[in-house]
């Protein structure tokens, strides 16, 4: 199912996150780094956290390129001062799978990315099918 005009617009007035999937997609990992703060983390699946705009551009360099993310829900919750909690729900899909995940934008007051968290929705028996294609 496709955004909804609603969360369509809403994806829009958080251009981080619009980018982020944006440069995501289009393979540019140099771009979607830029859009972390200095010590921004990128919380992957079964990763240690990843810190930094360096690290973080090496690290989706190796491990993401083919990845292609499709959001279909999003939810915006407001935190302390200017501070926003993004929430979006889609799947990712790479040559050998295709899984639903939920990404947990953390953004500051600046829009940068404090904390990404890439959580995978997906039963023990769908992760296990995944190891074994």
């Not at 302390?80 to 979006?88: E, H, L, P, T, Y």
């Not at 889609?90 to 600046?110: E, H, P």
């Amino acid at each position: 199912m496709p955004l909804t005009l609603e969360q369509t617009t809403l994806l829009q007035r958080e251009a981080t996150v619009e980018r982020y999937f944006d440069t995501f997609n289009a393979g540019t990992f140099d771009e979607t780094a830029a859009l972390f703060a200095d010590a921004g983390q990128l919380c992957a699946p079964f990763e240690e956290p990843i810190a930094g705009r360096e690290a973080i551009q090496a690290y989706l360099y190796q491990e993401a390129a083919g990845m292609r993310a499709y959001p279909k829900e999003i939810e915006v919750k407001s935190g302390d001062g200017d501070r926003r909690c993004v929430i979006v729900k889609g799947q990712v899909t790479a040559i050998v799978f295709k899984v639903n995940c939920a990404w947990i934008f953390d953004l500051n007051a600046n829009g940068e990315i404090e904390q990404v968290r890439v959580k995978l929705l997906a039963s023990m028996q769908e992760l296990f099918n995944l190891r074994s294609e």
